[in-house]
């Protein structure tokens, strides 16, 4: 037995310097570039938080189990890993006990003979072994070659997933080869319990005393072997997620990568705009050096699974961007330069041409990295997030690039310069004069009051009208709606009118962050001298960045969406839905609203207490709701790339044969109905179909008049 424990031994040493080196390598490429001190700062102070993100992240699968196939196959298999670290350990220990006593009957101390230990082992490899079939039938059913694009997986290193899936199997039959032979020795600590051990044993027992004997040393080296093997793999594959997926959860930004933007740092500090030297400080990412550990971190977790790029309203509309495959490029680019990233300025002579050669490659480019097209086609609607069950943050990278693109090399689409160029004159996208800002309240038939110097101690919220709320006649109607509907409720309220600007979202999401920090701090000097505790707004991106963008730049406000604020008055009893709507109604969640700050149930609260609406879902809604085609700035961008992400919208809402679609934001009241009118011309949708906010439906009912 003694030549059994050099062998293994030998192999162990062997196997973990290889797995050292590695490692090594992968921390120094990791930690060359600029740190993330906020991310270890947040988690050494939120400890209980990040905790619970281990527990219901990582051990309970939470994100994975909402795909519940797949998903109940990886949590068998990923607690096998767990479990089956007892089996190693007796593994070692036979191997160890063997060459001293020349019998292989170790256990693990206290807990090595119960009779449930052994019962879970067993049963853990079992369901992993069901859970590989699982994953086989799935990626042969969802593979590239019959789907194409359609296929979740297109685009993977499809080699490197097949050879894991064959290790894990060596694991499991390896296990039962040994366990079995050793219960036929009288080896096996468990008299009971391990049920496929046993099972395994009756199949070997024939072959008699010494066989089963060559058989235990055979398969303890070989499970031993194909672990060590197994170990090297995975260092060296998109499977090293199983070391790196605890990490990247604990450092993630919370709750999570939606909702707010990522402030921009340099050198690991928040970048103050007028001190900021664009020779010394970073500004974005415009190399793939100029990526902190956090980012490298994501592109060692990113698991190729294509969750997030089946989610993608780009890439389902036939777009060049894929969530996945961007994360994948940039690693496969760090990967290839790594000697350069690494290297110091007199070593970097010396590499090969070929390393050169791709070191001058740039990230973003006709011929870089990542193609323009595939930066631009992002609607930071968040499906890639949200989906993501290893917590990558593709928005923070898209941003990150955007904001070296605008902001360094004046690079984007030249639509979007007309947009900048009106928020920076005017204050909103459009170009409008700011005395438009308060024309809507000249229609209502009740006093609105403007808050010019400090809010009335009488007035409890500042109705955040926004820049389509104030300007864009569709979007006016919701204005309108929600008017009416607080003055019936008497909640007081009052607006900026010309005195409110553009939030800034649209600068912030094209990457201008040096304008959204100018129309920020102006809107957030405002609100301060007014006195403003309280906003309601009804559009989810101003929504989103008043209540989780401002307070980066020191305005914290209790800010609440309108369809919260108006279901809270109508379960007060002070709003009284009573005219029936009869009509088929499917509402589309907005990105900013739902994903990006997890508002889904008001809204739909309203529809449901009104009499006569029957909703009805469609079938992406909720946290996988699909995008209009608005966020990221696109509504000031033409679509010139596949198909139009409203129009893929709107089929989608046909299927359930509406009389109405109903929405909560303006952007996408607007893109739908601009859909919904595409679709009438050509006799697709019939012409008394209308997209209308869940405001409008309310007052309709409480009226009991059209609006």
């Known amino acids: ?78 607690w096998a890993f767990f479990i089956l670290v007892s089996v190693y350990l007796e593994a070692y220990g036979a191997l160890i006990q063997g060459a001293i006593t020349g019998t292989p009957d170790f256990h693990i101390p206290l807990i090595g003979t119960w009779p449930i230990l052994g019962f879970l082992q067993d049963f853990i490899a079992v369901a992993a072994f069901l859970g590989l079939v699982a994953f086989a039938v799935i990626r042969i059913r969802n593979s590239p070659k019959t789907m194409g694009r359609q296929s979740r997986f297109s685009g993977s290193h499809l080699g490197g997933a097949w050879l894991v899936l064959f290790m894990i199997f060596n694991v499991i039959w390896t296990m039962f080869l040994f366990r079995g032979a050793a219960a036929n020795l009288g080896n096996l600590p468990y008299a009971s319990g391990a049920f496929m051990s046993d099972a395994t044993a009756a199949l070997l027992r024939p072959l008699g005393t010494t066989a089963n004997q060559w058989l235990e040393y055979i398969g303890l080296l070989l499970h031993i072997g ?100 961007l994360i994948l490029d940039q690693r496969d680019h760090a990967f290839a330069i790594a000697p350069y990233i690494m290297a110091t300025e007199a070593e970097r002579e ?26 631009w086609s992002c609607t930071n609607c968040g499906a890639c997030v949200e989906q993501c069950p290893v917590d990558i943050e593709h928005i923070d990278h898209i941003l990150d690039m955007r904001r070296y693109q605008v902001m360094i090399e004046s690079s984007f689409p030249s639509e979007a310069g007309v947009m900048l160029k009106n928020l920076e004159n005017k204050g909103n996208p459009w170009g409008m004069s700011e005395m438009k800002r308060a024309e809507w309240i000249e229609e209502l038939d009740f006093e609105v009051p403007i ?65 959204f920090n100018m129309l920020a701090q102006q809107n957030i000097e405002t609100l301060n001298e007014a006195g403003v505790k309280k906003i309601v707004a009804t559009c989810p991106h101003c929504f989103n960045t008043l209540a989780n963008e401002y307070p980066q730049l020191g305005g914290t406000y209790e800010v609440v969406h309108h369809t919260q604020l108006l279901a809270k008055l109508v379960d007060e009893g002070l709003l009284t839905p009573v005219t029936p709507i009869e009509e088929k109604i499917t509402y589309h969640d907005p990105c900013f609203l739902g994903r990006h ?111």
Not at 350 to 375: F, M, R, S, T
Not at 623 to 642: K, S
Request: proline share 5%; charged share 25%; net charge neutral.
């Open 1 to 78: 037995m003694l030549w059994v424990a050099v062998i293994g031994l030998v192999m162990t040493v062997v196997a973990l310097a290889l797995v050292a080196r590695r490692v090594q390598f992968l921390f120094k490429l990791a930690t060359s570039g600029p740190g993330a001190p906020e991310r270890i700062e947040f988690a050494k102070a939120n400890v209980g938080t990040e905790i619970k993100a281990q527990l219901v992240e990582v051990f309970g699968q939470k994100k994975l189990l909402k795909w519940t196939p797949s998903g109940t196959a990886h949590f068998f298999v990923m």
């Open 226 to 325: 194909v672990m060590l093997v197994f170990s090297v793999i995975v260092v060296n594959s998109k499977h090293l997620h199983i070391f790196t997926a605890p990490m990247n959860v604990l450092f993630s930004r919370r709750p999570d990568g939606l909702g707010a933007a990522d402030v921009m740092r340099s050198n690991g500090k928040v970048l103050d705009f007028e001190e900021a030297d664009p020779e010394t400080d970073l500004f974005g990412r415009g190399k793939i050096e100029d990526t902190t550990w956090k980012g490298f971190l994501d592109f060692y977790t990113c698991t190729e699974c294509g969750r997030c790029q089946s989610q993608c309203p780009a890439w389902n509309t036939d777009k060049p961007l894929s969530p996945k495959m």
């Open 350 to 375: 010396n590499l090969p041409a070929d390393v050169l050669e791709l070191a001058g490659k740039p990230l973003v480019g006709e011929d870089g990295v990542i193609h323009p097209d595939v930066l």
């Open 451 to 515: 808050i010019d110097e400090k809010m009335p101690e009488d007035v409890e919220y500042l109705f955040w009208v926004g820049c389509a709320g104030a300007l864009e006649d569709r979007a006016k109607k919701t204005t309108k709606a929600v008017a009416e509907l607080l003055h019936i409720a008497g909640v007081k309220f009052g607006v900026l009118g010309p005195m409110e600007a553009c939030t800034g979202d649209p600068a912030r999401r094209l990457g201008m962050e040096f304008l």
């Open 597 to 707: 700050n997890k508002v889904y149930s008001q809204p739909r609260d309203i529809m449901a207490k009104v009499p006569g609406v029957k909703a009805q879902e469609m079938h992406r809604h909720k946290d996988r709701g699909f995008c209009c085609g608005a966020g990221g700035a696109r509504m000031w961008m033409e679509e010139r790339l596949g198909k139009r992400i409203n129009t893929e919208r709107v089929d989608e809402a046909l299927t359930t044969d509406p009389d109405t679609v109903s929405t909560a934001c303006p952007f996408c009241l607007v893109m739908l109905g601009d859909a919904i009118n595409e679709k009438k011309n050509t006799g697709e949708a019939k012409e008394t179909l209308e997209v209308v906010d869940v405001a409008q439906l309310l007052i309709k009912s409480v009226k009991g008049e059209k609006v």
